[in-house]
């Protein structure tokens, strides 16, 4: 059995859209500085749909804030590591070199539309000003624009409703607005924060169609973080499981379910019963057996995060961190037992 130590050494192609590696954000607190992201690696492809999962708290946000430069200031930074996205490091870049990809080449869309619209803002202008901002477009044809942005994804009537302030509008319509903002300027890469988890089953489909059709009509790849391992079992190709601040297993969505290979994979796994089933019948370790808490950032462990919680810990897993380490080909999981080559 061959263990590849190496992240690099999975085969995926050799220049991702993204490629986010070794990434700690150090945020200080009143007990001092804690790493709730440490040593975050993600590859995401030009054109696909990437999901991320995990517990609540265990660095899914941060990471994304940490893409856009939008971490809380002053108390949070990137303390080390770098965010590849085409030709640049953004990890390295300062904030006016930040302003011109946010919005622009990424774009964001979080949980709750209201916090990112004007509330005295009509939704065209809204979606008319990244036009003017990035495109340098005039206000008159920003929003011509605006109105074609807001037909495609949804909005009825969208001439008239361009005037409407967002308070009357619903939470679905607001997602779609948001949506078409991020998209005013063909972004190559879309990141979606928990975008449906505020909206009831049918709209939050809808909300997720309408990201599946970018994706296929503008090729924008779309890096989904979600509670909802339902959600990337239909919408996405890749997904990344974090805990404790750092990609335990990263695999295609197919490998996942179907050969999950990291105690904490499976443990969520079990949680959603008719996605917890395996090709080979075995039963997934459940999570809720296991006892424990999710880490306590203040003392971080020096060995595997998850070891409190699993049932498969070895004397190493306390002592020593793991690597994330292919398995397969794009397959990597973050294990010292089950992190090991099936060739
Ligand atoms: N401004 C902040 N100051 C101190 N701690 C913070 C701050 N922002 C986040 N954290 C802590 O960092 C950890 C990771 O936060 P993050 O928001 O990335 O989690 P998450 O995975 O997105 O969780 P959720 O699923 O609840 O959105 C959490 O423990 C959180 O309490
Ligand atoms: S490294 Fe050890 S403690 Fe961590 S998940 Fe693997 S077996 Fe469990
Ligand atoms: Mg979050």
Redesign the pocket.
Known sequence: MAVHADPSASELPVSPLLDVSRLVVE?D?LQGP?R?VDGVDLRIEAGEIFGVV??????????ALSILGLL?RP??RIRSGSIRFEDQDLARLDERDLRRIRGNRIAMIFQEPMTSLNPVLGIGDQVAEALVIHRGLSRRDALAQAIHLLERVGIADARHRAHDFPHRLSGGMRQRVMIAMAMACRPKLLIAD?PTTALDVTIQAQVLDLMDDLKAEDGVAVLL?T?NFGIVAERAARVAV?YGGVVVEEASTEQLFEQPRHPYTHGLLAAVPQLGRRRDGMRPHPLSEIPGMVPN?ARPAPGCAFADRCALRVEACLRERPPLAAVAPGHRVRCHVTGVSAQ
């Open positions: 945020i607190t804690v709730p995990g517990e609540s708290g265990c660095g899914k946000s941060l990471t809380p108390q949070g928990e973080i509670h974090m950032l």
